[in-house]
């Protein structure tokens, strides 16, 4: 199984600050039809998960532009570009190359100072 | 726009069954693959079961093969989990998600609690 290693987990971050958080798999994400299936997660208190990026840096309709993801290979990062209050929550990241299972990192915690 | 609802969850004894529904509106899920994605109460987030969107497939979490039964029925628009011999450990809120590989949109969840 692929596992998911996401840092740090706990993230306090000033409003208008920038936010970045890392996921490294344990192998390389790169599918055989040459996409890269790594997906990130919003979780608002008391609310189900929703998808801010797929395929390393996609962005889902409707997300801010300072949500951005980048990153290669079994390297992945979540940025913020400058925190609102909005965003805090957990980030999940997931992995949908090597399946079954489909897996998740152990999510992040970002909290406004 | 796509919206996932599901229900059915509740609080069960151990060794006991539930059937979870997620019912589909905004586009028809026939096209996709299905999941079940749980998570336990202040814990992360645990893939649980998937399905081929024709159903042809299924595929499980080592934890859940041989209790759990994930299911589709296309021409309603829905998607089934049958959980039989319940454990403590199951008790999660219960997501289905619409997708494959590009896993995107989760419906709000339903509670199972397993406690004696």
């Known amino acids: 199984d692929v596992v998911m290693t996401q840092s740090p987990l706990s993230l306090p971050v000033s409003l208008g600050q920038p936010a970045s958080i890392s996921c490294r798999s344990s192998q390389s994400l790169v599918s055989s039809d040459g996409n890269t299936y790594l997906n990130w997660f919003q979780q608002r208190p008391g609310q189900s998960p929703r998808r801010l990026i797929y395929q390393v840096s996609k962005r889902e309709s409707g997300v801010p532009d300072r949500f951005s993801g980048s990153g290669s290979g079994t390297d992945f990062t979540l940025k913020i570009s400058r925190v609102e209050a909005e965003d805090a929550g957990l980030y999940y990241c997931m992995q949908a190359t090597h399946w079954p299972p489909w897996t998740f990192g152990q999510g992040t915690k970002v909290e406004i100072k | ?116």
């Open chain 2, 1 to 116: 726009q796509v919206q996932l609802v599901e229900s059915g969850g509740g609080v069960v004894q151990p060794g006991r069954s539930l059937r979870l529904s997620c019912a589909a509106s905004g586009l028809s899920i026939n096209n996709y693959g299905m999941h079940w994605i749980r998570q336990a109460p202040g814990k992360g987030l645990e893939w649980v079961a998937a399905i081929w969107y024709d159903g042809s497939n299924q595929y499980y979490v080592d934890s859940v093969k041989g209790r759990f039964t994930i299911s589709r029925d296309n021409s309603e628009n829905m998607l089934f989990l049958q959980m039989n011999n319940l454990r403590v450990e199951d008790s999660a809120v219960y997501f289905c998600a619409k997708g494959w590989n590009d896993v995107g949109s989760w419906g709000q969840g339903t509670l199972v609690t397993v406690s004696s």
